[in-house]
Nanobody, 125 residues
């Protein structure tokens, strides 16, 4: 099993930058990713990264202001949000995929078996 704990969310003003963190423990895994869900909205993928290769993948709509990275591979993952906008307000989740080790990670939620509880980001204008 993989345990994931997100942190770093909060209430911020539009335009600021913030960094979300995800700490992992338990079994190893090949991919992990950030997703978000706004109130009343669908879950959407933000970005993914390979633990072994550090290859990064961004959903098309998330390219530009979001940066995914990891500290020690498979231990800590980050999501940098630059120039936060009110539409970024959502619960942000990290997720891990134990089965993909080829370095080609994606943001298809069905590929992820383990999920954190989420950290709330609220951006006011």
């Amino acid at each position: 099993q993989v345990q994931l704990v997100e942190s770093g969310g909060g209430s911020v003003q539009a335009g600021v930058s913030l960094r979300l963190s995800c700490a992992a423990s338990g079994s190893t895994f090949g991919c992990w990713a950030w997703f978000r869900r706004a109130p009343g909205g669908e879950r959407e993928g933000v970005a993914a990264i390979s633990t072994r290769h550090s290859n990064k993948y961004y959903s098309d709509s998330m390219k530009g202001r979001f940066t995914i990275s990891q500290g020690n591979a498979g231990e800590t993952m980050y999501l940098q949000i630059n120039g936060a906008k009110p539409e970024d307000s959502a619960m942000y989740y990290c997720a891990a995929d134990r089965f993909r080790w080829d370095g080609y990670c994606d943001t298809l939620s069905d590929h992820y078996q383990h999920w954190g509880q989420g950290t709330q980001v609220t951006v006011s204008s």
